[in-house]
């Protein structure tokens, strides 16, 4: 059983510009989740995808966007990058009908750095 | 808006001790709760996930408890290990999507 994969792990970018973050769901998992981890902070939920869809969202500003693959695959969209993304971006699969009750599973995470 | 506070925010023990990572959540409807390790720059794993209707949940030396009318979970680790050194988070689910989490208690085992 593969678990969560996210590319790339690092990444650096220039306040302006913008970045798309990967992730690889766990297999038999059809939800997927993004989550923000400023240092020393807990994560915060930006949003997830069930089906292809957007399921939910957290209070995040509409520069952070998503897309999710028919193979449960997942892409985060950032535009328009400030200073305040830096940070750890995680992402988190788990299997259900799109909601939160079963266990989530968490990638490495990618770390982005605005300069 | 569901707050989750995680104390103590940080912890230092000599190896083999008993401990205990306390969480606490203002809005007792929630789904489930999960706890969850994070090392140094790295992802979460999870360690244990306790749903609404249960009141503890075990995984080798460690057990979690919830009490979801007080609003209060723990996670306890027997003996610990200096490779249990790492930040604790706690999580919980409200909504059924999202997971709310607190800011971690960060604990260091001394050989």
């Known amino acids: 059983e593969t678990g969560v994969t996210q590319s790339p792990t690092h990444l650096i970018k220039t306040r302006g510009q913008q970045v798309t973050l990967r992730c690889s769901s766990q297999?038999?998992?059809?939800?997927v989740s993004w989550y923000q981890q400023a240092l020393g902070q807990g994560p915060q939920f930006i949003f997830q995808?069930?089906?292809?869809?957007?399921?939910g969202r957290g209070n995040f500003p509409p520069r952070f966007s998503g897309l999710q693959f028919p193979n449960y695959s997942s892409e985060l969209n950032v535009n328009a990058l400030e200073l305040d993304d830096s940070a750890l971006y995680l992402c988190?699969?788990?299997?259900?009908?799109?909601?939160?009750?079963?266990?989530?599973?968490f990638g490495p995470g990618t770390r982005l750095t605005v300069l | 808006k569901q707050e989750v506070t995680q104390i103590p925010a940080a912890l230092s023990v000599p190896e083999g001790e008993n401990l205990v990572l306390n969480c606490s959540f203002t809005?007792?409807?929630?789904?489930?709760l999960q706890w969850f390790r994070q090392d140094p720059g790295k992802g979460l794993t999870s360690l244990l996930l306790?749903?609404?209707?249960?009141r503890e949940q075990t995984s080798g030396r460690l057990n979690a408890s919830l009490d979801k009318s007080s609003g209060r979970s723990t996670l306890y680790i027997a003996a610990s290990q200096p490779g249990d050194s790492a930040t604790y988070l706690c999580a919980v689910s409200n909504s059924g999507y999202a997971l709310n989490f607190g800011k971690g208690t960060s604990l260091l085992v001394t050989p």
């Open positions: 995808y069930y089906r292809e869809e957007e399921n």
């Open positions: 988190a699969s788990s299997h259900g009908q799109g909601r939160s009750y079963n266990e989530q599973f």
């Open positions: 809005d007792s409807a929630i789904y489930n």
């Open positions: 297999s038999g998992h059809n939800t």
């Open positions: 306790i749903q609404s209707s249960q």
